[in-house]
């Protein structure tokens, strides 16, 4: 019995050394997968740190982005107006323009008609001027011949003044 005894020990340490192989052989198995899965954790960890860090990164440049959009729609809004206040401004001056254009046009007319007139008034003028002095040449010429006949009458008188007194 003693003999049956050491050999149900000896085998009762084989199956306990065997089940400690098995439980250390299923625990190192556990100890790699948690490993495994921590290193997994933390890689997932980090690249959730990493995206959020991205997330944060986007929605910061998009706040930016929209402030520089609702900017630039501003600006688009204010130079549309302005553009618009241009044209009309544009539509205006060339309306102005236009009626410059065209009272040019009628000065050049009147200006011309005046021009026409002004040299029939110098034809006139100068007709006249001719007849005038053909007027003062025949005065002139009258008043010699009156300045003649009173010289030759009193040359006559004084010879007869002279011829009557003793």
Not at 75 to 87: G, I, S
């Amino acid at each position: 019995m003693n003999r049956a005894l050491q050999y149900l020990n000896f085998f009762g340490v084989l199956a306990l050394a065997a089940l400690c192989a098995i439980q250390w052989q299923h625990d190192r198995q556990l100890n790699l997968q948690t490993i495994q899965l921590e290193k997994t954790r933390q890689s997932q960890q980090q690249k959730i740190f990493e995206q959020e860090e991205t997330a944060r990164g986007l929605s910061a440049d998009l706040t930016d982005f929209k402030q520089r959009f609702k900017t630039e729609h501003d600006d688009l809004e204010e130079t549309k107006r302005k553009l618009r206040e241009n044209e009309t401004a544009a539509a205006a001056l060339t309306l102005e323009r236009e009626q410059l254009k065209e009272s040019i046009t009628n000065w050049t007319a009147a200006v011309a008609q005046r021009d026409v007139l002004m040299k029939e008034a110098n034809s006139r003028i100068e007709e006249v001027s001719a007849q005038l002095n053909g007027s003062i040449r025949k005065y002139n010429e009258l008043a010699t011949n009156y300045n003649n006949v009173v010289r030759e009458l009193n040359e006559a008188r004084a010879k007869s003044v002279a011829t009557n007194s003793p």
